[in-house]
C-alpha cells in the first residue's frame, strides 16, 4: 500500500519536478519530449499540440514505477486509486474545466492550497510545466495510488 506520509516527496514528485519548464513548441516544430508523455496514453504518436496533461501525470506515474490511466483524458483519474478526503502533497488532483458535468478537465500534482486557490505542478499548464493556480472550487477529486 502506498503511504501518504506527509514527510516523505512521493518519488512521481522528483519525476515531475525534474520537468520544470518542458513547454510546447510553436506552430510547425513538436516537442519530442511532450510526445514522450503522449506515449504512456491513448495519445502515443501524437505531438504537443493536443490537450496533455493527463499524459505528463502518466509519465511521471510510470518513471516512479506506478500504474497511471493510461488515459489522455483527465477525468480518468476519477476512477484511479484511492479517493482521499484531504490532499496531501504529491497527490493527483482531478479538476472540472468548463461545465463540472462534461467530460472535460485537468488534472495535475499538489502543492498546496488556500481558500480560494488550489496549487497544482503539472503538464500543459500555460503550454507548459510548471506551477499554477486553480480555483479549489473547481476540484473534483483529490486521488493517490493504492499502491506501488
Known amino acids: 500500500m502506498a503511504t501518504r506520509d506527509s514527510t516523505a516527496e512521493p518519488t512521481w514528485m522528483r519525476v515531475a519536478m525534474a520537468e520544470h519548464g518542458v513547454r510546447r513548441f510553436p506552430v510547425g516544430e513538436t516537442n519530442p519530449r511532450i510526445v514522450e508523455y503522449n506515449n504512456q496514453t491513448n495519445l502515443a504518436g501524437y505531438d504537443d499540440k493536443v490537450s496533455w496533461c493527463s499524459s505528463f ?9 506506478v500504474r497511471g490511466t493510461g488515459s489522455a483524458v483527465a477525468r480518468s483519474w476519477l476512477d484511479w486509486g484511492i479517493a482521499l478526503e484531504q490532499p496531501v502533497y504529491g497527490c493527483i488532483v482531478v479538476l472540472s474545466r468548463d461545465d463540472p458535468a462534461s467530460w472535460k478537465g485537468h488534472v495535475g500534482f499538489y502543492l498546496r492550497h488556500d481558500a480560494e486557490d488550489i496549487f497544482l505542478f503539472g503538464g500543459n499548464q ?3 510545466v510548471r506551477e499554477l493556480a486553480y480555483p479549489v472550487a473547481s476540484v473534483l477529486s483529490y486521488r493517490w495510488p493504492q499502491s506501488f
Open 57 to 65: 501525470a502518466n509519465w511521471c506515474m510510470a518513471g516512479a514505477g
Open 126 to 128: 500555460l503550454d507548459e
